[in-house]
């Protein structure tokens, strides 16, 4: 089963702008991490959100954590057409050894 | 790069047969996840091998199993193919002990069943 559910399915946006995709769950958490995937490729770690983490940067990565709300969100910054992959969500639940994906936000950056 | 490589990329096999899937963990690296994607979703986790006992399982049926070998590289087996198990089977390996989870993928092995 899912855990994670990413808002949207489907992202287009030009060059240069920003892209957020958003990523809610179910269940108590240990941390919250994003990975994407090149068309039919292995997924790629992105970064990682503790449960008593906020917020966190990477480059043009930022990620943010709601856990009252059980929500997440990913910002990619200045966009380019290299960005152009599928971004999932995982989380590792509470005590658990699984991480749980959702089922991704495509996104294509047009030049 | 992640260090963590799968064999065969590419398979074609017919309803009511079997298939051994191989993958190589990162050097380092004790636990090897098994996750299957079906085109458009998210990775579904199949189950988690350490020290090369099972240490937990997704909600797939007995016909999937897995070893994990002492080199820590593993298998995924899966008998008496469904037209439904056509997939991205992907191998994630990571170093259990660690708070973080982070997992480190192979390209993957894309099963199709015909």
């Avoid at chain 1, 930022?62 to 709300?69: A, E, P």
């Amino acid at each position: 089963s899912q855990q994670g559910e990413e808002d949207p399915q489907a992202l287009s946006i030009q060059e240069g702008e920003n892209a957020t995709m958003n990523c809610s769950y179910k269940t108590s958490i240990n941390n919250l991490q994003w990975y994407r995937q090149n068309s039919g490729r292995g997924l790629v770690h992105l970064i990682l959100i503790r449960s008593n983490e906020r917020e966190k940067h990477s480059g043009r990565l930022r990620v943010t954590l709601d856990t009252s709300k059980k929500s997440s969100s990913l910002l990619i910054t200045a966009s380019r057409a290299a960005d152009t992959a599928s971004y999932f969500c995982a989380t590792l639940g509470a005590g658990s050894y699984q991480l749980t994906f959702g089922k991704g936000t495509k996104l294509s950056v047009i030049p | 790069e992640t260090g963590v490589t799968q064999s065969p990329t590419h398979l074609i096999k017919t309803r009511g047969q079997q298939v051994t899937l191989r993958c190589s963990s990162q050097s380092g690296h004790n636990t090897v996840s098994w996750y299957q994607q079906a085109l458009g979703q998210g990775p579904q986790f199949i189950f988690q091998y350490y020290r090369e006992e099972e240490n937990g399982r997704g909600n797939f049926p007995p016909r999937f199993s897995g070893l994990q070998f002492p080199n820590y590289s593993s298998e995924l087996n899966v008998n008496a193919l469904e037209l439904d198990d056509s997939a991205l089977y992907l191998c994630a390996s990571s170093l259990k002990g660690t708070t973080a989870g982070e997992l480190f993928f192979g390209e993957g092995s894309r099963l199709t069943v015909l």
